[in-house]
């Protein structure tokens, strides 16, 4: 029954600002490694962020540092990703995921990661 439910995905435009959340339930959620993975239409699934359970390190793709950063509130049992400067490369489906394992071991293409959330979509331009 754990489950991560994303929410807060849009249209917005390019240059644009956007907060996605994802909450968890069935799980302690700080005893996991909490990411986001986003897998945009004709393109493989990617990685984007990742924050450790204790220390809050976190882990970027080279393709969103200095505009994305994720954050997580253990009360609230969520993790935020927020997004700036959205720009035509950053559509897509963006997936929370769980995990008990070091950010740095993730497969850059979310392979046998734990658990995962049912998606938010972003959308860049009208």
């Known amino acids: 029954q754990v489950q991560l439910v994303e929410s807060g995905g849009g249209l917005v435009q390019p240059g644009d600002s956007l907060t996605i959340s994802c909450t968890a339930s069935?799980?302690?959620?700080?005893?996991?490694?909490m990411g986001w993975f986003r897998q945009a239409a004709g393109k493989e699934r990617e990685g984007i962020s990742c924050?450790?359970?204790?220390?809050?390190?976190?882990n970027y793709a080279d393709s969103v540092k200095g505009r994305f950063r994720i954050s997580k509130d253990n009360a609230k049992k969520t993790v935020y990703l927020q997004m700036n400067n959205l720009n035509p490369e950053d559509p897509g489906m963006y997936y929370c995921?769980?995990?008990?394992?070091?950010?740095?071991?993730?497969?850059?293409?979310?392979?046998?990661?734990?658990?995962w959330g049912q998606g938010t979509n972003v959308t860049v331009g009208s």
């Open positions: 069935g799980y302690t959620f700080a005893s996991k490694i």
């Open positions: 924050i450790s359970s204790d220390e809050g390190n976190t």
């Open positions: 995921v769980a995990d008990r394992h070091p950010c740095l071991s993730w497969d850059p293409k979310g392979r046998h990661l734990e658990i």
